[in-house]
């Protein structure tokens, strides 16, 4: 079952100065980066009360975020929805038409696991569903 919206991600061109945006412009509470080569982003979070805002940067200029970057030099990259049974959830999406980018989770940021709806499956919109690991 979905319980919150855990992030909104947005693709930067320059995360060095998202990042000062975002903590000095903004005043949010920068909570340190992390890289997920797998993905190969780097990434930078401020946490909000439930929710986070998730700065995505391409690790080593490549990758999709790079793609994205040179299409649309940056903007929101996508909505994550927090689910507490992630495998329950891919199949019930699934048995309703959802499309995914991949057939099964893998590991993002925080360890947790991940999974994308495509966007044509959400009217033009990214969608991640995680599920943070048990400690």
Do not use: W
């Not at 975002?22 to 909570?31: N, S, T, V």
């Not at 990434?43 to 975020?65: D, R």
């Not at 030099?73 to 996508?78: E, F, I, R, T």
């Amino acid at each position: 079952m979905i319980t919150g919206l855990d992030h909104i991600a947005i693709a930067v061109p320059d995360l060095s100065k998202a990042i000062e945006r975002f903590a000095k412009d903004f005043g949010l509470d920068f909570k340190g980066q992390e890289d997920v080569t797998d993905a190969k982003t780097s990434t930078a979070f401020f946490p909000l009360s439930e929710t986070s805002i998730e700065l995505v940067h391409p690790l080593n200029g490549e990758g999709p975020i790079q793609k994205y970057i040179e299409k649309k030099g940056g903007g929101m990259h996508h909505l994550c929805f927090r689910s507490d049974d992630l495998d329950a959830d891919v199949t019930r999406l699934k048995a309703k038409g959802y499309e995914f980018l991949s057939e099964t989770p893998g590991i993002g940021a925080h360890n947790c696991r991940v999974i994308f709806i495509h966007p044509k499956s959400c009217d033009g919109v990214l969608i991640e569903l995680n599920q943070p690991q048990a400690h």
